[in-house]
């Protein structure tokens, strides 16, 4: 069977894993999508291949101005920051000292040093952290709202352009090598798996053609237990590590 790449195959994939369809997988439909949501969500939120660093960008409007927020996309779960305004409000123009200092000292690549430059930019960014500062955010993804916390009615202006350092989820219908992850299959048929056993223990051993003997309690409990161990080995070998970062 070729590698999953759709939704469809990849729910055919999973009960295929558990028997289908020489055991019939007692299991609805609906029951079956949530399961499927519910893998996609944790590998959303744990692994690191589930999200990518994008840096999106946003056009101002009067809207944004009068409210005060930006309305994100719902497939971005976290933001880091936002890049300085290089706009309109902005000075990165002729009489802006970082042009200039390109200008008179670096126009010449083969004679001028880049230690001054270096360190007069290093000199000038302490400045700013010191009487400035890293402009405040606040953002939460069940909101897809980010307020940033600048003067909106005089440091930016409509069509400008903000920059957002985030975190966007992979959206497996446009990269469907999401489907064929082989930690998403298994958490995926683990969790279809302890649904069965769910379905099927509270009415206890269920006979089955030719003696086999159904034990939904066994189904469940093996399922939870893989499930665990899933999970840990989510968090100890591909979860995402964190960021050292200096602004």
Not at 80 to 97: C, E, K, N, V
Not at 102 to 126: A, K, P
Not at 154 to 167: L, M, P
Not at 204 to 214: D, S, T
Request: hydrophobic letters at 35%.
């Amino acid at each position: 069977m070729p590698v999953p790449t759709t939704r469809e195959q990849f729910k055919d994939y999973c009960l295929r894993q558990l028997g289908h369809p020489v055991i019939q997988i007692n299991i609805d439909d609906d029951q079956l999508e949530d399961r499927v949501d519910d893998a996609l969500q944790y590998y959303r939120d744990y692994h690191y291949d589930g999200v990518e660093k994008v840096y999106a960008q946003h056009q101002l409007t009067d809207a944004d101005i009068t409210n005060k927020y930006l309305t994100i996309d719902p497939l971005i779960t976290g933001i880091t920051r936002i890049l300085p305004l290089t706009g309109a409000q902005s000075t990165a123009y002729m009489f802006d000292l970082r042009y200039q200092l390109r200008l008179n000292e670096l126009w010449d690549f083969t004679s001028s040093s880049y230690v001054n430059y270096e360190m007069t930019m290093q000199h000038l960014r302490t400045i700013e952290l010191l009487f400035v500062g890293i402009t405040p955010i606040r953002f939460n993804r069940h909101m897809n709202k980010l307020y940033i916390d600048w003067g909106w009615g005089t440091k930016v202006v409509a069509d400008e352009y903000v920059i957002i350092e985030c975190y966007r989820v992979l959206d497996p219908d446009v990269y469907a090598s999401v489907w064929n992850d082989r930690w998403l299959k298994k958490y995926a048929t683990q969790l279809i798996k302890k649904q069965w056993g769910t379905n099927i223990k509270k009415f206890g051993q269920i006979p089955l053609p030719g003696g086999v003997i159904l034990n939904g309690k066994e189904i469940y409990d093996e399922a939870d237990e893989e499930i665990k161990e899933l999970e840990d080995a989510m968090l100890n070998d591909y979860g995402a590590p964190m960021e050292f970062q200096m602004n």
